[in-house]
């Protein structure tokens, strides 16, 4: 049987197979597929897969195929696998289907016609294996893998489970002095910052460590407070310092970390720690993203640094390690020699990684609880003089619960905070609790509004902290240097332009359709535009349009080495000399980005060299992950839609810092959103 491209889309263009021909004759299956495909409740990737697989392995049954589809549409969802009997019980779940009169036959009925022996029908196929080997596609049970995420799966289960247990006791009494010191028991809110004392004890007694926290929670103090404690065991211990490297999944976020650990590693001046000047010396100030810590190969998956050519370093510590999905996590411990320390900082609770894989929350799965065996109880309560809540103890507590250390105080939202009590709402999946704290004027700093999201753009709200865009373009000329002034007073400037952009930020969570980025920013710029805030320059005739102007706020979204930036950074053109300290210098257009390097610096670009870039006035929720904004409004869709989750409600909420706006016309939407959690079909640490 030929299955050419050809005869295949002639079939997808041709009546429509019934679901029961599409079962029996690969050709008819195939051409559903790219039926499926031009509806767009597939990928095209999705179809192609099953497509050359038919090809490699004609033996294929369509039952197999219709397999490699689904395994190939999962891992775009972010699922590691395709569980077959879940997918059997449950069709509908799996993708989402328009009902337009005249569509092809939808997957569920195809799927829903498959007999019980659906993965015995996948092992008579060759392109099908059960472990390690070279076929595309992996059955273990009833759980169907693309081999990549497979191994990737295997990779990440083993470097952690190697790194659970100490090489060697650590005694806690010889921590117990300096974590005194770190976190004087005598000190006002010693009580509030006791998990923080607890997570420290955990990360120097392996050398694998989870710390999650919520916003607030003092995860960059923890950190650092660790890298302390570690560092003072190493001096003490062996005369010198650990190689120590920070990293983070985004530019953005190694940014904001960057600029935050500089006033913690001061803080430490305070502290009478041992070995003190060499412990603060041997701190980084510097944050690496990830795939510059790895050398990333351009253009390929592959890295400099692997099992064969490790990091030359002692520990690694990643914030914002929701973001980090399986295929990274899996580079990053394959270059982890042997003896270093893995410790893994993030918010269990917000959006998983783009790419397929929720790495940070299957570690966190149990962190509520606890689940601390008594003996390392006994011990933390030793190392730290605090007693262990007994609701956290589990004498059946697995070797993973015992390396996951949860923040449990925030610092920035207390019980009276209207954003902190919107977050836990949420979090609990409570929507009536959530909407009755947008309701509420006890909180002026948390709404709801129905409409008016262009007002909201330009203006915000009239509440307290609720400002627009009009707040940082209408300051551009405020503060504008004279003309020969230096550099610094132009970087200075651009600087306080940065941070009143940050003031405000819209979010959404679709790119597509009326409310995702690709319409809201064009609208906005033309509603800024009317309203005199924007010049936009005019288009000659024939040419293609000038998207630069000043004031337009870009994102980067790919890592580009050379500049500097990293996917996730965030400039604004503005009118600068060409050259600084003169006079006469002709003004041009530079885009300006925070330098990253916690001392407020610019680093100026010229915008034709930024080819990976968009205008940001409205920002993705996902894209939104390792920022904050002083006043964040969430745009909501009006109708309910797969990826509305509470994760992705949580995450928005908490990008906010003082104020936070929902704009949403349909209330079953909004509760549809925060009943709803992500769910990513994978079995990383379920056992």
């Not at 809110?189 to 955990?202: D, I, N, P, T, V």
């Not at 009755?436 to 004027?441: I, K, N, P, T």
Request: aromatic share 6%.
């Amino acid at each position: 049987m030929s299955h050419t491209d050809d005869a295949t889309l002639r079939l997808a263009r041709a009546p429509y197979p019934s679901a029961d021909q599409a079962l029996t004759d690969n050709a008819a299956l195939l051409g559903l597929l790219f039926a499926w495909a031009e509806y767009g409740w597939i990928r095209d990737l999705d179809a192609a897969l099953a497509h050359r697989l038919a090809q490699l392995a004609p033996e294929a049954e369509p039952a197999g195929l219709l397999a490699a589809m689904l395994v190939s549409h999962q891992a775009g969802q972010g699922h590691l696998l395709l569980d077959l009997e879940r997918a059997r019980r449950a069709p509908e779940s799996l993708l989402a289907v328009s009902r337009d009169d005249g569509a092809p036959p939808p997957p569920e009925a195809l799927i829903r016609r498959l007999p019980a022996g659906w993965a015995d029908a996948l092992r008579r196929w060759s392109a099908v294996g059960e472990g390690p080997g070279n076929t595309p596609l992996v059955l273990e049970d009833d759980h169907l893998y693309l081999r990549r995420y497979w191994r990737h799966e295997q990779q990440v289960s083993r470097g952690i489970a190697a790194r659970l247990t100490p090489a060697e006791a650590v005694e806690p009494a010889g921590l117990r002095p300096v974590l005194d010191v770190l976190f004087p028991p005598d000190r006002a809110g010693a009580e509030r910052a006791g998990s923080q004392k607890l997570a420290c004890a955990l990360g120097a007694r392996a050398p694998f460590t989870v710390i999650t926290g919520g916003p607030g929670t003092g995860k960059t103090t923890t950190v650092i407070r660790l890298l302390a404690l570690l560092q003072v065991q190493a001096i003490s211990e062996r005369g010198a310092p650990l190689a120590v490297r920070l990293a983070a999944p985004t530019g953005k976020a190694a940014a904001r970390l960057s600029e935050s650990i500089s006033g913690q590693i001061q803080a430490l001046d305070a502290l009478a720690l041992p070995h003190a000047v060499q412990v603060q010396a041997a701190i980084p100030h510097e944050v690496a993203t990830l795939h510059r810590l790895l050398g990333a190969r351009p253009g390929t998956r592959h890295f400099h640094h692997h099992r064969r050519n490790p990091l030359a370093l002692d520990m690694v510590a990643v914030d914002e390690a929701s973001m980090v999905d399986i295929d990274m996590m899996a580079a990053l411990l394959d270059a982890l020699p042997p003896h270093a320390r893995l410790v893994l900082l993030g918010d269990k609770d917000q959006l998983a990684s783009v790419e397929a894989g929720a790495v940070l929350g299957s570690l966190c799965a149990r962190a509520e609880a606890g689940h601390y065996q008594p003996a390392i109880s006994r011990w933390l309560a030793a190392a730290t003089g605090m007693a262990l809540p007994a609701a956290l103890e589990d004498s059946h507590g697995r070797p993973l619960d015992q390396a996951v250390a949860m923040l449990r105080h925030s610092f920035r939202f207390d019980d009276a905070s209207g954003i902190g009590r919107l977050a836990r709402a949420v979090n609990a999946g409570d929507s009536a609790r959530a909407l009755a704290v947008l309701d509420d004027d006890a909180y002026p700093e948390v709404q709801q509004q129905t409409q008016g999201l262009m007002t909201l753009a330009l203006d915000g709200t009239g509440r307290p902290g609720g400002c627009g865009y009009r707040h940082y373009l209408g300051g551009i000329s405020a503060e504008r240097p004279a003309a020969g002034a230096a550099k610094a007073d132009w970087d200075r400037w651009a600087a306080g332009v940065l941070k009143a952009h940050a003031q405000f930020q819209l979010l959404t969570p679709l790119r597509t359709g009326p409310y995702g980025v690709d319409a809201l920013n064009p609208r906005i710029e033309q509603a800024l535009a009317r309203a005199g805030l924007i010049a936009r320059p005019a288009r000659a005739a024939g040419a293609q349009p000038n998207p630069w102007y000043e004031g337009r706020p870009v994102l980067v979204t790919g890592n580009d080495y050379s500049l500097k930036l990293m996917n996730g950074d965030i400039g604004i053109a503005l009118a600068v000399p060409a050259e600084f300290n003169r006079e006469d210098a002709a003004i041009i257009l530079r885009v300006a980005f925070p330098a990253g390097d916690g001392q407020g610096g610019i680093r100026w670009v010229l915008p034709s060299r930024l080819q990976q870039v968009e205008t940001v006035y409205a920002m993705t929720v996902h894209k939104s992950q390792g920022s904050e904004f002083v006043h964040t409004a969430l745009v909501m869709p009006d109708a309910p839609s797969p990826i509305l989750t509470r994760e992705l409600v949580y995450t928005a909420v908490t990008r906010a810092r003082q104020t936070f706006t929902l704009l949403s016309a349909s209330t079953p939407v909004v509760e549809g959103a925060v009943r709803r959690r992500i769910a990513r079909q994978s079995r990383l640490f379920t056992s």
